[in-house]
């Protein structure tokens, strides 16, 4: 009897290890969890942004003829007309600008403003082309363009990104110390993966501006030369007439641009 149940003590024991290793292997095997990896940040165009630019202007001016005949300020014998040269010259421009994006989507809109130093103020030659019945000499001064020698423009951006491309269009009001005008253009910018200056970002674009003021000048009162009448006496001050000079003082403005982007990445 005795041995019987050793028997069974013996059996019960072994179909108990049997089932409780059989459960173990069923059990899931406990691994380490994967290492975090954080994601990469979106990059956005949104927020301010400030920086510096460099470039080159052209000048497009285009004085009108000036129709001289006697009277207030022409003396008796004069008569002809002046001719300006179409004065189109070149030159540096350089500033700093401010601004900010917002991003919708694929879309940029922004405003941006900025101030530059010109270096494009030439002087006007003139040519006498004398009339029939013209009696003496008549030596043309030299004319002021009265082109600025600083601008500054506030203007509205629309644009599209791509990543960190930016394409868009620009366009507002320009301003010099004594007229107004208007701007327009576009340009292309780049997002670096560099970070300088506290900024989320540095960006590197290239724009195109057309720009035109409104310079319109009566010149009543300019000395415009000199006239020596036939039959002696001294050269005398001839003095403008009325008339419009149209100088229309319009530039094309072609500008690199490096900006210091702040706020979100």
């Known amino acids: 009897m005795r041995k019987c149940v050793s028997s069974l003590l013996v059996a019960t024991a072994i179909s108990t290890l049997a089932f409780s290793a059989a459960s173990a292997a069923d059990l899931p095997v406990r691994a380490a969890p994967p290492p975090y990896i954080p994601p990469v ?7 301010f942004y400030a920086g510096v630019n460099a470039g080159w202007g052209w000048r497009d001016s285009d004085r009108e003829p000036v129709f ?3 009277g207030p300020g022409i003396p008796a014998g004069l008569a002809g007309t002046l001719i300006f040269n179409n004065n189109d010259d070149g030159g540096f421009t350089g500033g700093g600008q401010i601004g900010y994006n917002y991003q919708i989507g694929s879309f940029v809109v922004g ?6 130093w010109a270096d494009t103020d030439q002087n006007f030659d003139a040519v006498f082309i ?10 043309p001064g030299v004319f002021n363009s009265n082109a600025p020698e600083w601008w500054g423009s506030v203007r509205g951006r629309l ?5 960190r491309v930016l394409v868009y269009a620009t366009g507002g009001l320009a301003y010099t110390d004594d ?3 208007w701007a327009v253009g576009g340009g292309v910018e780049w997002a670096l993966p560099v970070n300088l200056f506290g900024s989320s970002a540095v960006t ?9 003021f409104d310079d319109d000048d009566d010149n009543i009162g300019q000395s415009i030369g000199t006239f020596t009448p036939v039959g002696g006496g001294g050269p005398v001050a001839v003095v403008a007439p009325a008339f419009d000079n149209d100088d229309n ?3 094309f403005v072609a500008r690199a641009k490096l900006n210091f982007k702040f706020g979100t990445y």
């Not at 940040?41 to 927020?47: K, L, Q």
């Not at 405003?111 to 530059?116: A, G, L």
């Not at 590197?204 to 035109?212: K, Q, V």
């Open 111 to 116: 405003v941006e403003t900025d101030i530059q």
């Open 249 to 251: 003082n319009d530039f």
């Open 41 to 47: 940040p979106v990059f956005t165009w949104t927020g």
């Open 130 to 139: 004398p009339a029939t019945g013209f009696a003496g000499s008549f030596v």
């Open 179 to 181: 007229s107004t005008g």
């Open 159 to 163: 644009g599209v990104a791509f990543d």
């Open 68 to 70: 001289l005949a006697p």
């Open 204 to 212: 590197f674009g290239l724009e195109g501006l057309w720009l035109g």
